[in-house]
């Protein structure tokens, strides 16, 4: 149980261009989701808390129109990185809360961006 | 201010020696802490919490509050420990805070 899957694994754009990045729970409802970006040899930095049906708590310094996450459902998260640029590059990662114990974060594999 | 250290980027033993990585943090509140572990082309995984006081693949973290560290211990290490270690703190509505993690590295 408690799988996150993310979608996709890489991908490669053109600068301006705009990404979307999926966060699915598998097999439980999360009640909350979370996205985080890491860049090389960094820890995660936490980008923005999603709640289903509501709106998305965004850290200091992310920018909400720049990164959208969209939480419509309790096993769909999604964020879309908007008119990317290189700096945009980096490695996405979310995970879920819910399952079983709201405190355990189940996490996805990740999704690397690049922008040309 | 909520704030999470580990000292150690890289962390490097021979097989059968103890280890300990450390961890420090900082939170006004009640702490809750846990240590995440990435194995290598794996994602990232629970490996304990403070508050389950269990041993975890013969891994164990005991909370310290007068020192604020929760540091990370088992008395052999074994090969398949190598990974990356991220000790993290959960602050108020589940928000949770990494610290830059630590690599450890078992030789044999």
């Known amino acids: 149980g408690a799988v996150v899957s993310q979608h996709p694994s890489w991908v490669i754009c053109k600068s301006g261009t705009s990404v979307k990045i999926e966060c699915r729970s598998l097999?439980?409802?999360?009640?909350?989701m979370f996205w985080y970006r890491q860049f090389p040899k960094q820890s995660l930095m936490l980008m923005a808390t999603s709640n289903e049906g509501s709106k998305a708590t965004y850290e200091q310094g992310v920018e909400k129109d720049k990164f959208l996450i969209n939480h419509a459902s309790l096993t769909l998260s999604t964020l879309t990185v908007t008119s990317a640029h290189p700096e945009d590059s980096s490695f996405y990662i979310c995970?879920?809360?819910?399952?079983?114990?709201?405190?355990?974060?189940?996490f996805g594999a990740g999704t690397r961006l690049s922008v040309l | 201010a909520q704030r999470v250290t580990q000292p150690e980027k890289l962390l490097s033993v021979f097989k059968g020696a103890p280890v300990e990585l450390k961890c420090n943090y900082s939170y006004s509140g009640s702490p809750e802490l846990f240590w995440y572990v990435q194995y290598s082309r794996q994602r990232l995984q629970l490996l304990l919490r403070?508050?389950s006081r269990e041993s975890i693949k013969g891994f164990t973290a005991d909370l310290n509050k007068g020192e604020t560290s929760f540091h990370l211990k088992k008395p052999f290490a074994q090969e398949e420990d190598s990974a990356m270690y991220y000790c993290a703190l959960r602050t108020g509505g589940f928000k949770t805070i990494f610290g830059a993690g630590t690599r450890l590295f078992v030789k044999a």
């Open positions: 097999d439980f409802q999360a009640t909350t």
């Open positions: 995970s879920a809360g819910g399952y079983r114990d709201k405190n355990i974060q189940y």
């Open positions: 403070h508050i």
